[in-house]
């Protein structure tokens, strides 16, 4: 079978560092991808890593080890408009594409 | 910019309806998803296509059928609509060498 597991809340303030989590199972591992959805919104993508490491884009990092199943994301100097919900994704064998349940992220001033 | 077009944004059905929800794209994407949303339950892959007329079984197919005739437009059909397929439906596409699905902006589907 296949799974992701990440955290289903997180908090933080204004300025702060937060890191969402992923975990995953599955078969046919291509790569890992994150997405962020706003409330009535559709999915965004924010970020691909493929091998292992750190990809910076801006104040969003992601990482991953493919060893570990892991990898996650790190959103610094956090803004009010960075509450969201964020998913990670399993790209499998470079088709379908596997979501976790999402992080509901609130910050807060 | 890429766009992926959903039929309806909202849509109320009674129970035992055939119901099309439509999806199209404009970027010639091979690939295309479509997902329902649930609140808890995050996104989860119903079926989706990576080229015309192919179609894959995703998590959760019960109950739903796709059609695929056409490269840019990839139609969900619930044959015989229930209350438990009351739910937030998303269409994606991406490309067989892109990483990143584009998504539509949703059809809430209410079914009485």
């Known amino acids: 079978g296949q799974s992701l597991e990440q955290p289903s809340e997180v908090t933080a303030v204004e300025g702060a560092i937060v890191q969402i989590n992923c975990t995953y199972q599955t078969s046919g591992f291509y790569g890992l991808s994150w997405y962020q959805q706003h409330d009535g919104g559709a999915p965004t993508f924010l970020s691909y890593n493929a091998l292992d490491g750190l990809e910076e884009t801006g104040r969003f990092s992601s990482f991953l080890s493919r060893s570990d199943s892991y990898g996650y994301l790190l959103l610094q100097e956090l803004q009010m408009k960075d509450s969201a919900s964020y998913f990670c994704a399993v790209n499998q064998a470079g088709t379908a594409l596997i979501f976790g349940k999402g992080t509901t992220l609130s910050v807060s001033s | 910019d890429v766009k992926v077009t959903q039929s309806s944004r909202y849509l109320v059905k009674r129970t035992g309806e055939k119901v099309f929800l439509e999806c199209v794209q404009d970027m010639d994407h091979e690939n295309m998803f479509w997902y329902r949303q649930d609140p808890g339950l995050g996104l989860r892959l119903i079926y989706f296509s990576y080229d015309v007329k192919m179609k894959e079984k995703g998590d959760i197919p019960e109950g739903y059928s796709v059609s695929r005739e056409k490269k840019e437009r990839f139609s969900l059909i619930l044959e015989s609509a229930s209350t438990n397929q009351t739910s937030m439906y998303l269409c994606?596409?991406?490309?067989?060498?892109?990483?990143?699905?584009?998504f539509g902006q949703g059809t809430r589907l209410t079914v009485v």
């Open positions: 994606a596409s991406s490309t067989t060498r892109d990483t990143e699905a584009f």
